[in-house]
């Protein structure tokens, strides 16, 4: 089945340093999405990617999808104390269902 | 908008009791919604895929007679935990599909069980 594994497990920056994340399918995604959780709460949809290629920018963040669609990556410009939390990427299965990666949890040092 | 409720929050049982969790979707109705499983520091698990009218599919290794689901109506599914034990102790996370131009998901605020 499809397995989706993310990289790094834990990151841990100094305020205003960047920050990545990436992500790789055993399988091709139709549809990739990012969520974001907070410690203590649950996760909250942040993009979702389903062309090849693809490239969307959230205000600091800059979400990647690669041109065979089985990897992708999240990028945040100058962290914030704000963007602690863990940033999980998912592959949409034929059922709808997410396959979770592991998750990176990022740490912001002011 | 798309709103999910889950009740209880948290919820402490004994050995061999059961456990009832409550998944709403408040502000849009969900044909489909999931449930999954996180234990601390670790990724979400897919338990299985509820939808309204039929019956639960569930992922290799969850055991249906143990995580009995309903989806009764499109607003609301339930996820009983049967004859709790302590290794089933976690944190349950429901999710529902407001399909339109995305397959996004709306998690609810999950629910903390902790067996005795």
């Known amino acids: 089945g499809q397995q989706v594994m993310q990289i790094p497990q834990y990151q841990h920056v100094q305020e205003g340093e960047d920050f990545t994340t990436y992500c790789n399918s055993s399988t091709t995604l139709s549809n990739i999405q990012w969520y974001k959780q907070r410690p203590g709460g649950h996760p909250v949809f942040l993009i979702q990617?389903?062309?090849?290629?693809e490239v969307k920018k959230q205000k600091r963040l800059t979400f990647q999808f690669g041109e065979a669609k089985k990897n992708s990556s999240l990028h945040i410009t100058a962290t914030q104390t704000t963007d602690v939390g863990t940033y999980f990427c998912a592959g949409l299965n034929s059922g709808y269902a997410l396959n979770f990666g592991k998750g990176t949890s990022l740490l912001v040092t002011p | 908008g798309a709103v999910v409720s889950q009740h209880p929050s948290w919820v402490i049982c004994k050995s061999g009791t059961s456990v009832k969790i409550e998944c709403r979707s408040l502000?849009?109705?969900?044909?489909?919604m999931f449930w999954y499983r996180q234990f601390p520091k670790q990724s979400l698990m897919l338990m299985a895929t509820?939808?309204?009218?039929?019956?639960?599919?569930?992922e290799q290794g969850v055991e249906k007679d143990k995580f009995l689901i309903n989806h009764a109506s499109l607003t609301l599914s339930t996820l009983t935990v049967t004859s709790a034990h302590p290794e089933d102790s976690s944190f349950y996370i429901c999710s529902a599909g407001a399909w339109g131009k995305s397959y996004e998901q709306y998690f609810g605020p999950g629910t903390r069980l902790t067996v005795t």
């Open positions: 990617l389903v062309k090849s290629g």
């Open positions: 502000d849009f109705q969900a044909t489909t």
């Open positions: 509820s939808n309204e009218g039929s019956k639960a599919t569930y």
